[in-house]
């Protein structure tokens, strides 16, 4: 089976699915899981129907290439958070993955064993700033970010807003946790990375950590383990695929906070 080497570490992928693979047909494949058809025949626009497709057909297709399986072959499931599971196995550690997605774009992360979340978004104004960061942001996030320039505001939400979409992936829960709870800004964000505890899991450490994949994109990458370096996978991936060279990697816990004390 491919993927085995690098065993330890957390391997992302991430750009425009429709570099990969043919159009997606009007109707969902055959292997689509029951989780995620629901989840398809809830988008009403046929848009909006197509990209789905798109994206878990290109989930599939990166896994597989990196597995050493056929598409078809990948065995996926849901839970009811949003959280995917992947039932494959190496040396008695479960695959684990977690993905995020915008339009055309998508995000996955993949180790095997412990507990992965993921989350991107690009940069961008957002008007409504203000109310946002009162709907989102724990106390001391707010007020760290009423300290920042006004100019500097919205990419410091975007930042902390995918390091907490990526804790809440991480453990399971997505945001049916208020994410107001969590606080991922850090005290000053030491080398150690940015360390979280959620209180409806007082005994499970989080590690959250920002990723430079993209110049004109934030990206967050949260786990269990501390010390799993990070491997950026070309994309598009095919079989026999290799590794990014070594710029791609991340060893999580020495990361750039991207955020001032």
Do not use: C
């Amino acid at each position: 089976m491919k993927g085995r080497s690098d065993a330890g570490s957390i391997h992302l992928w991430f750009g425009d699915v429709r570099e990969i693979g043919p159009e997606p047909p009007t109707e969902p494949a055959a292997g689509l899981t029951p989780f995620e058809h629901q989840r398809w025949s809830g988008l009403q626009l046929a848009e909006a129907r197509s990209r789905y497709l798109r994206r878990h057909m290109a989930l599939r297709t990166l896994l597989g290439g990196w597995l050493g399986v056929a598409a078809d072959q990948v065995a996926l499931s849901w839970l009811p958070s949003g959280k995917p599971l992947a039932d494959h196995w190496q040396d008695g550690r479960r695959l684990a993955i977690s993905l995020a997605s915008r339009e055309d774009q998508l995000l996955l992360a993949a180790s095997w064993g412990g507990q992965l979340g993921v989350d991107f978004e690009p940069l961008r104004p957002i008007p409504d700033l203000n109310s946002l960061a009162q709907m989102a942001l724990h106390p001391a996030e707010q007020r760290f970010l009423a300290r920042r320039p006004t100019a500097q505001r919205a990419r410091h939400f975007l930042r902390l807003w995918v390091r907490k979409e990526a804790v809440l992936k991480a453990a399971g829960v997505g945001l049916n946790w208020d994410p107001r709870q969590v606080n991922v800004l850090g005290s000053t964000l030491r080398r150690s990375g940015v360390h979280v505890r959620l209180a409806a899991a007082e005994t499970a450490n989080w590690f959250v950590q920002d990723l430079d994949l993209a110049a004109d994109h934030l990206i967050a990458v949260s786990t269990d383990d501390q010390r799993r370096p990070v491997v950026v996978q070309r994309w598009p991936a095919t079989a026999g695929a290799e590794a990014a060279p070594a710029t791609g990697r991340r060893r999580l816990g020495n990361a750039r906070s991207g955020l001032p004390g």
